[in-house]
């Protein structure tokens, strides 16, 4: 089965166990969907490049980023991106394939989230990350 | 003279650190690939070679395409 990886870019205005639930639901959709190896690698909040138009009306200049990786059968690419489409506070998505497992996700397994370029989060984010990060040790 | 001016010697940087996938979620990296406005670098400016600079692209594109990096900046803010 074919490797991929999605991008989802959730609304941060969200309150975080809103955000935490709504990622769990698209989880349990992929492995209902027969997704297996799912590594999820939540960034949290982090600076748009470019401001986007969220549900009401009013622009957002920051968002949640969350990074799920799995091997399914494309029809489960299918499922989570008709949900993902329908979702109003998922403010972009983007599913990429690949061939073989990219390095970044290797040494995931063995040491949880430690990116050095944590610091492009915004203020209102890093507390929020920071304890992302402790969860996922 | 001005034609003798040596011309620096352009080493790709992946290939210089041996890369084999250029993320797209790297946003830092990807951005010293790009201009203030946002443009792409060519590769006879920056150095990348073309197999390098193939990904380098559809990297940035990806990262455009979920706001990681601009389409269109301002080039002063």
Redesign the interface.
């Known amino acids: 089965m074919p490797l991929y990886e999605t991008?989802v870019?959730i609304d941060s205005t969200l309150e975080e166990s809103a955000i935490t639930e709504k990622l769990q639901r698209f989880v349990e959709l992929l492995t209902q969907a027969g997704a297996t190896e799912m590594k999820q690698n939540r960034k949290g909040v982090?600076k748009?490049?470019?401001t986007?138009k969220g549900k009401d009306g009013q622009w957002r200049v920051q968002?949640d980023?969350t990074?799920i990786f799995y091997e399914a059968p494309g029809s489960a690419v299918k499922a989570i991106e008709s949900q993902l489409r329908i979702d109003e506070d998922v403010?972009?998505?983007?599913t990429?394939r690949y061939d073989h497992e990219?390095?970044?996700y290797q040494e995931l397994d063995s040491d949880a989230v430690s990116d050095p370029?944590e610091d492009?989060e915004v203020d209102a984010g890093e507390e929020r990350a920071a304890s992302v990060e402790d969860s996922e040790e | 003279m001005a034609r003798e001016r040596h011309a620096r010697v352009k080493v790709c940087k992946f290939c210089e650190n041996k890369t084999?996938?250029i993320?797209?979620?790297?946003?830092?990296m990807l951005r010293r690939f790009i201009t203030d406005r946002g443009k792409i670098i060519p590769r006879r400016i920056s150095g990348v070679c073309e197999r390098h600079q193939r990904q380098l692209t559809r990297a940035i594109k990806?990262?455009?395409?979920?706001?990681?990096?601009?389409?269109v900046?301002e080039s002063f803010k």
């Open positions: 991008t870019v982090r748009l490049a470019y986007i968002a980023y990074f403010l972009r998505y983007m990429v990219p390095p970044s370029d492009v | 084999t996938h993320d797209y979620k790297d946003e830092k990806r990262a455009r395409q979920i706001a990681l990096l601009p389409f900046a």
